[in-house]
């Protein structure tokens, strides 16, 4: 390629990237920002559609560069990169003194992992960061990476995230045993503040996803996202033909009209028409996604029957499916969704509580229900979605999203 067109089209990559860190405006620093070891050289970020990667990714840019050209943002979705492999243009970025590359939706490269392994064995004073779907497989199907690519989750935001942005306070998050043990402290400190519970319909509607502060109608934003999630990050990712879309979105309409419970996989497999295996594959690529949680008992594991699926995040089940806010499914879906960040999540078999971690019970309780019968066990506690202080084993279920 002659040299003066080689220079213009790096030229267009840096006033690109100039102009998209001048125009971030990231509302809410997230945490993940100070957790990432930002001195490994091969770093990818995965994160459903819609939680802020490609912000997240700007905001790094301009905190610890600034304008200084030796990090450079660019977006696969480029049609240059149609017509240009990523070893060629990371060559030719650190030849220019670049240090930093930021790899935006790096799948949609088809050649994307083997790429990035070329990179870093040719160029070791290059640091390249990725965003990808949640669906790629980075450690499991990716023996390129796996022993090299550090990988983190970005999520969308907690109850506490959205609660500091709509309020402009800094509450810090706490640990799961910060919680059990001191709720009734937190909860008090939170409410000398802040009323949280005038917040916590709003965050349960449309607070997850950080798009909700675009001008934009928030609930035609989703639909499109979570279409996008399916026809992408599903379809192109796990290279499933076209004709099969129809039958993965009508399961994942069943699965949120049902509620949360276990699935019935043989009717599921008749409504759709297709085998029991195949549903089994669809749920677990539609909890890749970020689109489903997938709860077990203890001791199983996929592809055996869940003992509950539910839909990820209560944002979502509004879109799917209205549903009132005191409604169970919506309660249940907010506990796991904010739970499983850093806890494993399972379902007793005796009665109606989750399993934290092999040795916490919590039942979620909505406004106005009696107790149960198993409150007298050790480490059993209640989540009370109607409590704005809790107290013993009663906990206000909103305390909860302030887990990170």
């Known amino acids: 390629m002659p040299a003066e067109k080689q220079r213009n089209e790096m030229e267009s990559f840096y006033r690109t990237h100039a102009y998209l860190v001048e125009h971030t405006n990231a509302p809410v620093r997230r945490d993940l920002m100070d957790e990432i070891d930002w001195s490994d050289r091969l770093i990818g970020i995965k994160g459903t559609r819609g939680v802020?990667?490609?912000?997240?990714?700007?905001?790094?840019?301009?905190?610890?560069?600034?304008?200084?050209?030796?990090?450079?943002f660019i977006n696969m979705n480029n049609f240059y990169f149609s017509g240009h492999s990523i070893v060629d243009f990371a060559n030719e970025f650190q030849k220019r003194g670049g240090k930093v590359l930021l790899i935006d939706q790096v799948f949609k490269h088809p050649e994307w992992s083997k790429e990035l392994r070329m990179c870093y064995d040719r160029f070791p004073n290059l640091k390249i960061?990725?965003?990808?779907?949640?669906?790629?497989?980075?450690?499991?199907?990716?023996?390129?990476?796996?022993?090299?690519?550090?990988?983190?989750?970005?999520r969308g935001f907690s109850f506490r995230e959205f609660l500091n942005?709509?309020?402009?306070?800094?509450?810090?998050?706490?640990?799961?045993?910060?919680?059990?043990?001191?709720?009734?402290?937190?909860?008090?400190?939170?409410?000398s503040k802040v009323r949280p519970l005038d917040y916590f319909q709003d965050y349960l509607h449309h607070g997850f996803y950080p798009f909700f502060l675009e001008k934009r109608n928030f609930s035609e934003n989703l639909l499109k996202t979570m279409n996008m999630m399916v026809e992408v990050d599903i379809l192109l990712i796990k290279q499933i033909e076209l004709k099969y879309l129809s039958k993965i979105k009508k399961l994942l309409y069943l699965l949120a009209v049902d509620g949360p419970k276990a699935p019935n996989v043989s009717q599921l497999a008749s409504d759709i028409q297709t085998s029991r295996a195949t549903v089994m594959n669809y749920i677990k690529y539609l909890a890749?996604?970020?689109?489903?949680?997938?709860?077990?008992?203890?001791?199983?594991?996929?592809?055996?029957?869940?003992?509950?699926?539910?839909?990820n995040n209560p944002n979502l089940i509004y879109t799917v499916y209205p549903r009132n806010?005191?409604?169970?499914?919506?309660?249940?879906?907010?506990?796991?969704?904010?739970?499983?960040?850093?806890?494993?999540?399972?379902?007793?078999?005796?009665?109606?509580?989750?399993?934290?971690?092999?040795?916490?019970?919590?039942?979620?309780?909505?406004?106005?229900?009696?107790?149960?019968?198993?409150r007298g066990k050790k480490n059993y506690y209640t989540a009370s979605s109607g409590l704005v202080v809790g107290k013993g084993r009663k906990i206000p279920l909103w305390l909860f999203g302030f887990l990170y």
């Not at 509450?171 to 059990?180: G, N």
């Open 52 to 72: 802020g990667k490609t912000t997240f990714l700007l905001q790094y840019a301009k905190e610890k560069f600034g304008t200084d050209r030796s990090c450079l």
């Open 129 to 154: 960061v990725f965003t990808g779907s949640s669906v790629m497989r980075l450690k499991e199907e990716n023996l390129e990476l796996r022993d090299i690519a550090k990988s983190y989750n970005l």
């Open 165 to 191: 942005l709509q309020t402009g306070m800094k509450f810090r998050a706490y640990s799961l045993e910060e919680i059990l043990s001191t709720h009734e402290q937190i909860a008090k400190g939170v409410l």
């Open 288 to 311: 890749d996604a970020r689109l489903l949680n997938i709860i077990y008992h203890q001791g199983s594991v996929f592809p055996k029957k869940p003992a509950m699926v539910v839909v």
């Open 325 to 374: 806010f005191g409604d169970r499914e919506i309660l249940n879906s907010f506990f796991i969704n904010q739970l499983r960040k850093d806890h494993t999540v399972n379902k007793e078999r005796a009665t109606d509580a989750y399993r934290i971690d092999g040795e916490t019970s919590v039942r979620i309780s909505a406004e106005g229900e009696g107790e149960s019968r198993a």
